[in-house]
């Protein structure tokens, strides 16, 4: 007889993920990158996505987030001890960066084409305690009937400079940001390679 877990939905979240110094320079790129338009818009309103090849580009910040994300993805492994699943395969990621503007936000998604998916909060702006929240949807959709203590949807308010990470597959959307200087977020996807 063998028990296993099916459905869990661990969230790992990393106060201070790189530096303040870092998160200046990440800041400066996101906009550089943003100011080129080459992103897609899809899922957002008043906000502007990067293209999702931040980690590809040679500017030394970049090569500081991909550690984080490394080290991220090392803590959420081994909190749900499954480091010997992914053993010899190679991590696979992609990044890119959002800006919010007044009123922007990002409607109900979840990730593709990936295992572990999360965000970098690199400036939350000037919005107001209660703005700019990202909220997970509870995948058992009628849990909160049985434990109605329980909310349905998680929320958490990040600050500057926290990193969090979650299985792609959940559903999370992002309350609006209300303030004049932009919300700027860098995003990530993580995957595995095939063994070899
Ligand atoms: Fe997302």
Known sequence: ????????????????????????????????????????????FNASKTESDLLVLSDPPLKVLRDAIVE???????????????????????????????????RVHSHHDSAWSGVLYVDMGDSRDEDGQIEFLDPRPSACARHPGQPAVTTIKPATGEMILFPSW???????????????????????????
């Open 170 to 196: 959940l559903e999370h959307w992002v309350t609006p940001h209300q303030g004049t200087r932009p919300r700027i977020v860098i995003a990530f996807n993580l995957g595995y390679g095939v063994a070899a």
């Open 1 to 44: 007889m063998r028990t296993f877990g099916m459905w869990g939905t661990p969230i790992v979240r990393d106060p201070n993920a790189v530096s303040p110094e870092t998160l200046e320079d990440l800041r400066a790129l996101v906009l550089r990158e943003d100011a080129r338009q080459r992103g897609t818009k899809i899922g957002t």
């Open 72 to 106: 991220i993805e090392g803590r959420m492994l081994s909190a749900l001890r499954i480091e010997h699943e992914v053993t010899g395969r190679g991590v696979l990621a992609e990044a890119w960066g959002v800006v919010y503007h007044d009123w922007g936000f990002h």
